[in-house]
């Protein structure tokens, strides 16, 4: 049995007394047989039995001194076992037969928690408690028949739970023990810390883990780049090499060109059936390293497979393949055809040439029908004024004379027309860029204060009261009679749409700009109209009930940026419409007249 380090000291030798006292008995027996029996027999054969006393007791002190040796022996082997096991990295716990601790090496005493005085007796089961890894539970000792024979290796895995209630994870295995005859000693058990390797197990499990996960999302995104690649609304191609042998292609790819491009093919077999500009294309980006974008490119090939060479137009992208050093590995060619759109585009240019010409005729008969409407129109209104001039006011019964007011009645309509046939005429200059601007000294509140004096009787004819408000003059250098046709114009549709109800016109400076304010209280406009009542032959209001080309406030909005100028309007179903026109007092630098640049319809 394995003793504790303190009793396997080597214990101390023997006083001379001791070691020889057993020759000194065995030679005083033979002097004492020699004087007793001398009479008798000779002293020959005394000294033979001396002799032979003699003798046995000199091997009697060998025997004693042999045994006193290899019990020293064993002393020493037990102390530098006992040495080595205090000494060792492992924890090392032996116990008896009875499963009772008989040492534990220091490293087993610090695991565990006891100190060797205190574990020394104690049952195995208190000094080494041990719980399952998994479940935490505890582990029963085994019971190892003392017939086993097996080397001590480490391989069982616990937690080894300490005195002071810390778990330590540990490799440990038992081995039992024996004395020479084969009769049961005890048990040994080593055990040593393998929190390190524990660590590494756990982390490399979660290492595993993540590189599982890591896999499946590599992989799910490689099946949804494949989706994505496959399912493009784009045609795409990717070769490798000069030869662009084609590694990747997609179905859409294969739609657009046949069956002319297959994987594991180069480009340069199936020239026969593409267009040669293609291949081109490819070479040059492999060689220079830089992407060529093309807009509705021109390919002629068999692209049916029918033998029938035609031409598609598509939108071409071809970028080099580049490796993780920035090497040129191949091509990558992204195309779509847009055939479809660039025939219907130019079905759409067709069209508005054809469009553009019609509207070319149109005002070309505008103004030709201007033209000559203007002169017959400008006679008969002289006529008119003329016969108007020649009846007397009353007539022989002093009542106003009937003729008069005929001529009175006819002479409005004549000047309604006059006035859509100036329109005409100016749509027709403002077109050809034709609309000339003689700028001059002008009064603004005066030229306001003519026109609503001019325009009275529609006034009174529409029932609607002027409200004027022109006190201070207005002075600015601006086309008298582009500003009047603005002012007649803004005028006449508030007369028209709010009939019956006041009109009020102001002008006023605000500094370096004259603001001219014409604000009615009629139908008024909706905001989603407003923008569109100042484009050509466009309307806010019913043909049926009110009448006109749509193309005064057209000719208004011309004028006003002719003259660097600006008009808005104001207004709210059933609420009338305020239109305000800011124009700068002098002529802007370079001003031209209108080029015909605006919209056109």
């Not at 493009?232 to 191609?237: E, K, S």
């Not at 997609?250 to 994987?263: I, K, R, S």
């Amino acid at each position: 049995m394995v003793s504790s380090p303190e009793t396997l000291a080597p214990p101390p030798q023997p006083p001379l007394w001791a070691r020889y006292g057993l020759a000194l008995l065995a030679t005083g027996l033979a002097c004492a047989f020699q004087w007793l029996l001398s009479p008798w027999l000779s002293s020959a054969l005394f000294a033979g039995v001396a002799a032979l006393l003699t003798l046995v007791g000199s091997r009697l002190r060998s025997s004693l001194h042999e045994a006193r040796a290899a019990r020293a022996s064993a002393l020493a082997h037990r102390h530098a076992l006992s040495v080595s096991l205090g000494s060792i990295g492992d924890a090392v716990l032996t116990t008896d037969s009875q499963g009772l601790v008989t040492f534990l090496n220091p490293v087993a005493s610090y695991f565990t928690g006891w100190r060797a005085a205190e574990a020394v007796g104690q049952p195995l089961s208190l000094v080494l408690q041990l719980l399952d890894p998994a479940s935490r539970q505890p582990l029963a000792p085994r019971a190892l028949p003392h017939d086993e024979a097996r080397p001590i290796q480490l391989g069982r895995q616990a937690l080894l739970l300490s005195r002071g209630g810390a778990q330590l994870p540990i490799e440990h295995t038992e081995a039992p023990l024996s004395d020479p005859e084969g009769l049961p000693l005890g048990t040994v058990i080593v055990f040593r810390d393998i929190s390190a390797r524990f660590r590494e197990d756990r982390e490399r499990a979660q290492l595993l883990a993540r590189e599982h996960d890591a896999h499946l999302e590599a992989e799910s995104q490689r099946e949804r780049l494949e989706t994505l690649f496959m399912q493009a609304p784009v045609a795409i191609c990717l070769t490798r090499g000069s030869d662009h042998v084609v590694e990747l292609v997609n179905p859409l790819g294969q739609t657009l060109v046949g069956e002319h491009l297959a994987v594991g093919r180069s480009v340069r077999e199936t020239t026969s059936g593409l267009d040669p500009n293609l291949l081109h294309l490819l070479d040059e980006v492999y060689r220079k390293g830089k992407p060529i974008v093309g807009h509705e490119v021109p390919l002629r090939a068999d692209f049916s497979g029918s033998g029938q060479h035609e031409v598609k137009y598509f939108d071409l992208t071809v970028q080099p393949w580049r490796g993780h050093e920035g090497e040129i590995l191949g091509t990558m060619a992204l195309c779509a055809e847009v055939t479809e759109q660039v025939l219907a585009r130019r079905e759409v240019e067709a069209l508005a040439q054809d469009l553009q010409k019609a509207l070319q005729i149109r005002d070309d008969f505008l103004s030709v029908a201007s033209h000559e409407l203007k002169t017959p129109l400008t006679s008969l209104q002289l006529q008119l004024q003329l016969l108007w001039r020649s009846l007397p006011e009353t007539d022989a019964h002093g009542q106003p004379h009937p003729a008069r007011k005929r001529i009175e009645a006819t002479r409005r309509p004549a000047e309604r027309l006059h006035q859509l046939v100036n329109n005409l005429l100016d749509v027709s200059r403002i077109r050809a860029g034709r609309l000339a601007l003689e700028h001059e000294t002008v009064d603004f509140a005066a030229l306001l204060q003519d026109v609503v004096a001019r325009a009275e009787a529609d006034v009174a004819g529409a029932g609607c009261q002027l409200v004027l408000r022109a006190e201070s003059p207005v002075v600015g250098r601006w086309d008298r009679l582009r500003l009047e046709q603005v002012v007649t114009n803004l005028l006449s549709n508030a007369i028209k749409y709010g009939a019956s109800h006041p009109v009020e016109l102001s002008v006023l400076q605000e500094g370096s700009t004259a603001r001219l304010t014409v604000k009615d209280h009629g139908i008024g406009i909706a905001p989603e109209s407003q923008a569109r009542i100042f484009q050509r032959f466009e309307r806010a209001v019913s043909e049926r009930h009110y009448g006109g080309f749509g193309l005064g406030l057209w000719i208004v909005r011309q004028i006003v940026e002719s003259l660097g100028g600006e008009i808005r309007v104001e207004s709210l179903p059933g609420q009338g419409a305020t239109f305000t026109v800011s124009l700068p007092l002098e002529a802007p630098p370079g001003a031209r007249p209108s080029s015909g640049s605006y919209p056109t319809v």
